[in-house]
């Protein structure tokens, strides 16, 4: 099967805080894949993948403390480097970042979208500076990612996780492609569903939701298929291998796996890309 997966991990393993070096090593990966190393090397992690169906794989930054503030746009810049699997997207964290410098930075870097992650990095995502962020993106074609759901990462004081907290930057940016990490997991699925079924802007994405409860999760999983896309979470979601399997086993009508997998993620990344080429920063900054 041909496969975009929309949210996958990389950076450097040893880097990161106990508690997320435990996260990635939770769930078992397929016999002799050694996690650490996957997860640091961008030639082990493409191989890995390819071997799975997958075509491109956004791989997401995260410079916040769970790792320990090295995930940053420019590393993953780099690592998705000379590989055309992969698909940077930044991150900014206004705790820890001068949020428009970051921007900018992340932009001239070369990253193709953006991660946000307000309740792991306990920030509100409302803020002007992070406006100001949105209305870039809206302008220049980035896409634009938010965690929602329950997070695992410790200190952390789950506010900013569910999808209708997001609902008035869906109305305010309406040409801004925004994608709702997680679907709200696990309580928060209807919102989600609401959101993407109103909004022509907002997607969800299927990152540690249980494939053989996809169609609980979401009961008008037909409609809504147009509005998902596949992402896995690897490493946290263990072996890629069994996830696929799980897919085949959920019974899901063959054309919206066709859509989940590739055809709503290749829309999305094209009209992005597109955009992207046709908008220089130096114009919007005029
Ligand atoms: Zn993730």
Redesign the pocket.
Known sequence: MKIIDF?V?GGDFKLLRDDIQELLTRKPMESGVKVREVFSEPEQMENYLQDKGVYRAVL?AECGPGTNYTIDSELIVNLAQSKDIFIPFGNINPNYHDTKKEFWKSVKLGVKGFKFYPADHGFDPLTEDMQYVYKMCETLGFPVMFHTGLTAQRDTEQKFIKPFDFRPLAEKYPELIMIL?HGGKPYWYEEASTLALTFPNVYIDT?LIDPLSLQEAFPNLEKLAPKIVFGS?WP?VGSYSALLENYTKANIASEIVTAIFYGNAERILKEALDKQSKTTPETVLI
């Open positions: 949210h991990h997401l990490a990152a979470d946290v």
